[in-house]
């Protein structure tokens, strides 16, 4: 099992950048399709964009394209967020997610093998 930590949340002013961080040990993290979700107050988790193992190719939810980008570096076990142009809808915890030798377009909630342990984005307007 892989351990993630997640870092780089905060309060922002709309329009402003944050990039998060999260930082994986334990098994291989190059066998892990990985990727992010978010929780906003009172509604369910949602997907916001992953990665494949190499870092080849990624996907995006509709809401972030344009504003979100996903990278990893194999050689530093981590993944990261840049997220731009943030809007207070963007508000939420955001959580670092692993699925061990995962199908990208199949990325979901109950195919995640480990979880972090969330850090808050929080976006003033």
């Known amino acids: 099992q892989v351990q993630l930590v997640e870092s780089g949340g905060g309060l922002v002013q709309a329009g402003g950048s944050l990039r998060l961080s999260c930082a994986a040990s334990?098994?291989?993290?190059?066998?892990?399709?990985m990727g992010w979700f978010r929780q906003a107050p009172g509604k369910e988790r949602e997907f916001v964009a992953a990665?494949?193992?190499?870092?080849?190719?990624?996907i995006y939810a509709e809401s972030v394209k344009g504003r979100f980008t996903i990278s990893r570096d194999n050689a530093k076990n981590t993944v990261w967020l840049q997220i731009s142009n943030l809007k207070p809808d963007d508000t939420a915890v955001y959580y670092c997610?692993?699925?061990?030798?995962?199908?990208?377009?199949?990325?979901?909630?109950?195919?995640?093998?480990?979880w972090g342990q969330g850090t808050q984005v929080t976006v003033s307007s």
């Open positions: 997610a692993a699925d061990f030798l995962g199908v990208l377009a199949r990325f979901r909630p109950e195919s995640i093998d480990a």
């Open positions: 334990g098994r291989t993290f190059s066998n892990y399709v």
């Open positions: 990665i494949t193992t190499s870092g080849a190719s990624t």
